[in-house]
Protein backbone atom coordinates (compact mmCIF):
# COMPACT_ATOMS: atom_id res chain seq x y z
CA UNK A 1 0.00 0.00 0.00
CA UNK A 2 1.26 3.45 -0.67
CA UNK A 3 0.93 6.49 1.70
CA UNK A 4 -2.08 8.68 1.29
CA UNK A 5 -1.47 11.06 -1.80
CA UNK A 6 -3.08 14.49 -2.32
CA UNK A 7 -3.48 16.18 -5.66
CA UNK A 8 -0.49 18.13 -5.55
CA UNK A 9 1.53 14.62 -5.09
CA UNK A 10 2.64 15.70 -1.42
CA UNK A 11 1.35 13.02 1.69
CA UNK A 12 -0.33 15.19 4.45
CA UNK A 13 1.82 15.06 7.88
CA UNK A 14 -0.56 12.69 9.09
CA UNK A 15 -0.48 9.59 6.91
CA UNK A 16 -2.69 6.75 6.35
CA UNK A 17 -2.24 4.04 3.89
CA UNK A 18 -4.53 3.16 1.10
CA UNK A 19 -4.31 1.59 -2.18
CA UNK A 20 -2.19 3.14 -5.02
CA UNK A 21 -4.04 5.75 -7.36
CA UNK A 22 -5.95 3.29 -9.87
CA UNK A 23 -7.37 4.27 -13.30
CA UNK A 24 -11.07 3.35 -14.08
CA UNK A 25 -11.41 0.94 -16.76
CA UNK A 26 -14.68 1.11 -19.24
CA UNK A 27 -16.12 -1.03 -16.76
CA UNK A 28 -15.73 0.54 -14.04
CA UNK A 29 -17.33 3.72 -15.39
CA UNK A 30 -20.38 1.81 -17.23
CA UNK A 31 -21.49 0.30 -13.82
CA UNK A 32 -21.48 3.74 -11.71
CA UNK A 33 -23.35 5.06 -14.59
CA UNK A 34 -26.26 2.27 -14.55
CA UNK A 35 -26.15 3.03 -10.79
CA UNK A 36 -27.00 6.83 -11.30
CA UNK A 37 -29.39 5.59 -14.45
CA UNK A 38 -31.28 3.36 -11.36
CA UNK A 39 -30.76 6.56 -9.24
CA UNK A 40 -32.82 8.56 -11.98
CA UNK A 41 -35.54 6.10 -12.50
CA UNK A 42 -36.16 5.48 -8.70
CA UNK A 43 -36.63 9.75 -8.53
CA UNK A 44 -33.26 10.25 -5.75
CA UNK A 45 -31.51 12.54 -8.91
CA UNK A 46 -33.65 14.64 -11.52
CA UNK A 47 -32.63 13.80 -14.74
CA UNK A 48 -30.35 16.96 -15.10
CA UNK A 49 -28.45 16.10 -12.15
CA UNK A 50 -28.32 12.45 -13.31
CA UNK A 51 -26.87 13.71 -16.86
CA UNK A 52 -24.36 15.57 -15.14
CA UNK A 53 -23.33 12.76 -12.92
CA UNK A 54 -22.95 10.62 -15.88
CA UNK A 55 -21.03 13.14 -17.98
CA UNK A 56 -18.62 13.14 -15.33
CA UNK A 57 -18.58 9.50 -14.75
CA UNK A 58 -17.75 8.60 -18.44
CA UNK A 59 -14.52 11.24 -18.23
CA UNK A 60 -13.28 9.96 -15.03
CA UNK A 61 -10.10 8.77 -15.07
CA UNK A 62 -9.65 7.60 -11.59
CA UNK A 63 -11.60 4.95 -9.58
CA UNK A 64 -11.53 7.47 -6.47
CA UNK A 65 -13.18 9.74 -8.98
CA UNK A 66 -16.38 7.11 -9.85
CA UNK A 67 -16.88 6.94 -5.82
CA UNK A 68 -18.24 10.21 -4.99
CA UNK A 69 -20.82 10.38 -7.70
CA UNK A 70 -22.64 7.72 -5.79
CA UNK A 71 -22.30 8.21 -2.04
CA UNK A 72 -24.84 10.13 -1.55
CA UNK A 73 -27.52 7.21 -2.80
CA UNK A 74 -29.06 4.84 -1.05
CA UNK A 75 -28.04 1.38 -2.34
CA UNK A 76 -30.48 -0.25 -4.34
CA UNK A 77 -32.85 -2.81 -3.30
CA UNK A 78 -32.59 -6.14 -4.50
CA UNK A 79 -36.36 -6.47 -4.73
CA UNK A 80 -37.28 -3.31 -7.07
CA UNK A 81 -39.62 -3.29 -9.59
CA UNK A 82 -38.28 -2.23 -13.30
CA UNK A 83 -38.61 1.60 -13.61
CA UNK A 84 -41.98 2.95 -15.51
CA UNK A 85 -41.75 4.54 -19.10
CA UNK A 86 -41.68 8.45 -17.79
CA UNK A 87 -37.57 8.27 -16.41
CA UNK A 88 -36.61 6.32 -19.54
CA UNK A 89 -38.07 8.68 -21.78
CA UNK A 90 -37.26 11.46 -20.00
CA UNK A 91 -33.62 10.00 -20.00
CA UNK A 92 -33.75 9.29 -23.63
CA UNK A 93 -34.85 12.94 -24.85
CA UNK A 94 -31.82 14.05 -22.62
CA UNK A 95 -29.62 11.60 -24.10
CA UNK A 96 -31.00 13.17 -27.81
CA UNK A 97 -30.75 16.35 -26.88
CA UNK A 98 -27.10 16.24 -25.32
CA UNK A 99 -26.22 14.41 -28.35
CA UNK A 100 -27.32 16.89 -31.17
CA UNK A 101 -25.80 20.12 -29.18
CA UNK A 102 -22.52 21.13 -29.45
CA UNK A 103 -20.89 20.68 -26.46
CA UNK A 104 -18.71 24.10 -26.66
CA UNK A 105 -21.57 26.23 -27.88
CA UNK A 106 -24.33 24.63 -26.60
CA UNK A 107 -25.56 25.04 -30.06
CA UNK A 108 -27.36 22.48 -32.11
CA UNK A 109 -25.04 20.79 -34.17
CA UNK A 110 -26.57 20.77 -37.96
CA UNK A 111 -24.69 17.45 -39.00
CA UNK A 112 -25.64 15.74 -35.90
CA UNK A 113 -29.44 16.95 -36.84
CA UNK A 114 -29.16 15.76 -39.76
CA UNK A 115 -27.81 12.57 -39.46
CA UNK A 116 -31.33 12.26 -36.02
CA UNK A 117 -33.51 13.08 -38.99
CA UNK A 118 -32.26 10.58 -41.08
CA UNK A 119 -32.32 7.45 -38.74
CA UNK A 120 -35.52 8.31 -37.19
CA UNK A 121 -37.34 8.86 -41.05
CA UNK A 122 -35.29 5.31 -42.05
CA UNK A 123 -36.99 3.89 -38.60
CA UNK A 124 -40.61 5.40 -39.59
CA UNK A 125 -40.28 3.80 -42.89
CA UNK A 126 -39.26 0.31 -41.80
CA UNK A 127 -42.04 0.58 -39.17
CA UNK A 128 -44.33 1.71 -41.52
CA UNK A 129 -43.47 -0.90 -44.09
CA UNK A 130 -43.75 -3.63 -41.38
CA UNK A 131 -47.54 -2.77 -40.21
CA UNK A 132 -48.53 -2.56 -44.19
CA UNK A 133 -47.16 -5.88 -45.05
CA UNK A 134 -49.15 -7.22 -41.48
CA UNK A 135 -52.39 -5.16 -42.30
CA UNK A 136 -52.28 -5.85 -45.60
CA UNK A 137 -50.85 -8.71 -46.39
CA UNK A 138 -51.91 -10.77 -43.74
CA UNK A 139 -48.74 -10.74 -41.61
CA UNK A 140 -47.70 -14.43 -43.41
CA UNK A 141 -45.44 -13.58 -45.82
CA UNK A 142 -46.56 -15.51 -48.53
CA UNK A 143 -50.24 -16.30 -48.69
CA UNK A 144 -52.97 -15.64 -46.53
CA UNK A 145 -55.56 -18.67 -44.73
CA UNK A 146 -56.71 -20.15 -47.68
CA UNK A 147 -53.28 -21.07 -49.15
CA UNK A 148 -52.60 -23.34 -46.56
CA UNK A 149 -56.28 -24.85 -45.75
CA UNK A 150 -56.75 -25.50 -49.19
CA UNK A 151 -59.71 -28.55 -49.52
CA UNK A 152 -59.33 -30.43 -52.83
CA UNK A 153 -63.18 -31.45 -53.83
CA UNK A 154 -62.18 -35.23 -55.50
Known sequence: MAPLIDRDGAAPSGTTLI???????????????????????????????????MATAFAAVHRRDLGPLTADLPPATSGRT???WRPLATMAVDQVRSTL???????????????AVLVAVLLLVALGGMTADLLFD???????????HHHDDD
Open 101 to 115: HNAATGRLHAARVAA
Open 138 to 148: GGGGGGGWHDH
Open 82 to 84: PPG
Open 19 to 53: EPLMRASDADRLATVRILQDAVARGLLTPDEGSER
